[in-house]
């Protein structure tokens, strides 16, 4: 399973940008799928998970303005995000495993080069 994830760029508060990753090698369709994001110094957190079954999970500090969506048809997974502020910036990561689902690192086989997000205040 190869992800390449996309849509990255520079944008100032209070804009939106729409990231995607494209899932290769194998159908996405029973996959859970999640995008994390680090900055410099920090380890990566958790932003948010969309399960093959359909049903979302947000971490607190995105929820309500960011939202997780896929398209199994296109093997992707996108991520609009709204309301951005200058702490989103980061590089973000779409990640995916067979069976689990959880909002660690560890809990994620296969992960994207990442995508830069730059929020300019």
């Known amino acids: 399973v190869q992800l390449q994830a996309s849509g990255g760029g520079l944008v100032q508060a209070g804009g939106s940008l729409r990231l995607s990753c494209v899932v290769s090698?194998?159908?996405?369709?029973?996959?859970?799928m999640a995008w994390f994001r680090q900055v410099p110094g920090k380890e990566r957190e958790f932003v948010s998970v969309?399960?093959?079954?359909?049903?979302?999970t947000y971490s607190d500090s995105v929820n309500g303005r960011f939202t997780i969506s896929r398209e199994n048809a296109k093997n992707a997974v996108y991520l609009q995000m709204d309301s951005l502020k200058t702490e989103d910036s980061g590089i973000y990561y779409c990640?995916?495993?067979?069976?689990?689902?959880?909002?660690?690192?560890?809990?994620?086989?296969?992960w994207g080069q990442g995508t830069e997000v730059t929020v300019s205040s």
């Open positions: 990640a995916a495993d067979f069976s689990r689902y959880g909002q660690r690192t560890v809990d994620y086989d296969y």
């Open positions: 090698g194998r159908t996405s369709r029973f996959l859970h």
């Open positions: 969309v399960r093959w079954s359909g049903s979302r």
